[in-house]
């Protein structure tokens, strides 16, 4: 599901620029789900600066709104609720992104383990025979297989 905060008031106040990190934060936290979704890591490298100075910023915002709360009470009813609507929208958008992460990190963790169970099956099948070029036990005793010793003839 993905959430779009609705249309940008103008606001001159601090919350004005909080309003106008959320957008742009949200934003680029849909574009990176899409990327996500469609599998484009790639693509998601070039935004995580951005991403991160955002969210850099986001917290500064907030920081400084908590320590002057004062600053809020400019703001009329309707700009005040628009603000709490942007902000749980832009936890929806979070909330999105973070399971398309690890949705991502999940399905890479996945593939990436049947890569090792298969290498380490292939290492099992490995065979070493002895100086009288009979299979060692150790390497058999586990699997009913048995070893044959092939030679090629290379005479014509």
Do not use: C
Not at 76 to 86: I, N, Q, T, V, Y
Not at 94 to 115: E, P, T, W
Request: proline letters at 3%; a neutral charge; aromatic letters at 4%.
């Amino acid at each position: 599901m993905t959430t779009k905060i609705m249309t940008k008031p103008v606001l001159t106040n601090p919350a004005g620029s909080l309003l106008e990190i959320i957008y742009r934060l949200s934003e680029l936290l849909q574009e990176e789900t899409a990327l996500l979704r469609r599998q484009d890591v790639a693509a998601i490298l070039p935004i995580q600066d951005s991403k991160s100075q955002l969210f850099i910023a986001y917290s500064e915002a907030i920081a400084a709104i908590e320590a002057d709360p004062s600053q809020l009470q400019d703001m009329d009813e309707a700009a005040r609720a628009h603000l709490a609507s942007a902000m749980n929208s832009l936890a929806e958008v979070m909330q999105d992104n973070r399971r398309a992460l690890k949705a991502a990190r999940d399905s890479r963790r996945f593939v990436l383990d049947a890569i090792r169970t298969a290498v380490q099956e292939q290492q099992a099948q490995v065979t070493s025979y002895n100086r009288g070029g009979k299979t060692q036990h150790s390497v058999y005793a586990k699997s009913s297989k048995t070893a044959v010793s092939v030679a090629v003839n290379q005479q014509m």
